[in-house]
């Protein structure tokens, strides 16, 4: 049973950092792709950023570029979220997500599909 548990939300002012960890357990993640997804009160999900297992590609939302940095640990399994110069609009819920890895995979990631979500950490950004 594939399982992915969040780690590290919280609250911090705007201009501070956190980082989101995401452990992974159940299956092999070779083949996977790795990603954030949030979704803010009253707004629509949204794709973060994602990360091929295999070849550490990585793939962010024009917002998030430049401050946010997605990464893994091979031998841990997890994947982390690194948050930079974090904004009030980057409060959300955030979820870790699994799914097919390589272009095609993370196109359909992109697009809002995944095959595994964990059960969230929350973000909140004071201004």
């Known amino acids: 049973q594939v399982q992915l548990v969040e780690s590290g939300g919280g609250l911090v002012q705007a201009g501070g950092s956190l980082r989101l960890s995401c452990a992974a357990s159940?299956?092999?993640?070779?083949?996977?792709?790795m990603g954030w997804f949030r979704q803010a009160p009253g707004k629509t999900r949204e794709f973060v950023a994602a990360?091929?297992?295999?070849?550490?590609?990585?793939y962010y939302v024009d917002s998030v570029k430049d401050r946010f940095t997605i990464s893994r640990d091979n031998a841990k399994n997890t994947v982390y979220l690194q948050m930079n110069s974090l904004k009030p609009e980057d409060t959300a819920d955030y979820y870790c997500?699994?799914?097919?890895?390589?272009?095609?995979?993370?196109?359909?990631?992109?697009?809002?599909?995944?095959?595994?979500w964990g059960q969230g950490t929350q973000v909140t950004v004071s201004s």
């Open positions: 997500v699994a799914g097919r890895g390589g272009p095609i995979g993370i196109r359909i990631m992109k697009a809002g599909r995944a095959d595994y």
């Open positions: 159940g299956r092999t993640f070779s083949s996977y792709a």
């Open positions: 990360i091929n297992w295999s070849d550490s590609n990585t």
